[in-house]
């Protein structure tokens, strides 16, 4: 081969690597013939999607053969109605991660930069350097991001900054007060895309709802998704709320079929499911206090969550850990790749799940793992 096809790429793309996902089940079934294996790699819900959701998404099956409704017309307006907000201002992603693109994709320019925290979402640089733009890292505080440094950190060239409620992958979050402190501080012209994907299983009181900044801040871009708490990970839906003009410029670069006919039914008729969404927070916050619990008796040091995953301190390097659950049948995240080789991120499962995973991991910590 005389032709590098990798230096005819753009000079961001050439310098990313590609997202690394939670390790699939069919891939550790094929490494180690393993059979009875949990994933709690991924912060999926494990109760899985509301019945209506699923008998949605089986009747729109007898439409695929025709294209989706490009403009996403029903959900969009169900969405409006649920949020209190008009429908120009929701912009329809193939999950929240395809917002963040279309944001970078629409506002970053070579040369200009995005503010993102230290141990934050890992796609925030990397829709930045593929847009040839600048990411700059603010240093966390106590594993979260600290708002008055990243608001320091804005300059001339800023664009955009990241903001995650609560963070993935450390479950930390900033409350109602901090926020709008941050906001005041950001310039008119710089969008701040605030992350809200694991909004709903947030019970602090003073934990913050962006669509209610969205009238004061026009800058701001609301950003949630169906992949989480109402369990449709698999089918790809999230959506942006934001100014109508700053929705109208993100649909002008969204691929008019980017939200699939199954999708689009599934996540209008999950938006109606309040009682499958309120099970599953009651189910998270057992689980979460059930996971807390086994890690104390452990003597395991965790970053508290509010979110539906924990990230646990092996107190040495957690590869060995990881490597070692994966034998035990059990998924979950090693945080390498985030700048925490000692922590293992786990995803809050069923009660039974969850203690499968604590059994497992006594079991390798006392073979010495660490």
Known sequence: MTCDYIKLANG???????????????????????????????????????????????????????????????LKAALAEKLGVNSNQVTLGNGSNDILELVARAYLQPGEETVYAEYAFAIYPLVTVACSAKPVMVPAHLYGHDLAAMADAINQNTRIVFLANPNNP??????????????????EDVLVVLDEAYFEYVEESHYPDGLRRLARYPNLIVTRTFSKIHGLAGLRVGYAVSHPDVADILNRVRQP????????????????????????????????????????????????????????DCAGEALPVYEALLREGVIVRPLGGYGLPNHLRVTVGTARENERFLNALAKVMKAGAR
């Open 257 to 312: 079929f980017n939200v699939n006919i199954p999708a689009l039914a599934a996540a209008e008729a999950a938006l109606d499911d309040v009682d499958h969404l309120e099970n599953s927070r009651c189910e998270n916050t057992a689980g979460l206090g059930q996971l807390v619990e086994g890690l104390n008796q452990l003597g395991l040091e965790h970053i508290p969550s509010v979110a539906n995953f924990i990230t646990v």
């Open 12 to 74: 961001g793309v050439q310098r990313l690597q590609p997202y690394s996902p939670g390790k699939p089940i069919e891939e550790l079934e094929r490494e180690l013939g393993i059979r009875d294996i949990i994933k709690l790699a991924s912060n999926e819900n494990p109760l899985g999607p509301s019945h209506k959701a699923l008998e949605a998404a089986k009747r729109a099956l007898e439409q695929v053969h025709l294209y989706p409704d490009g403009a996403g017309f029903s």
């Open 170 to 187: 450390t479950g930390t979050w900033f409350n109602d007060v901090a926020l709008d402190r941050f906001l005041e501080r950001v310039p």
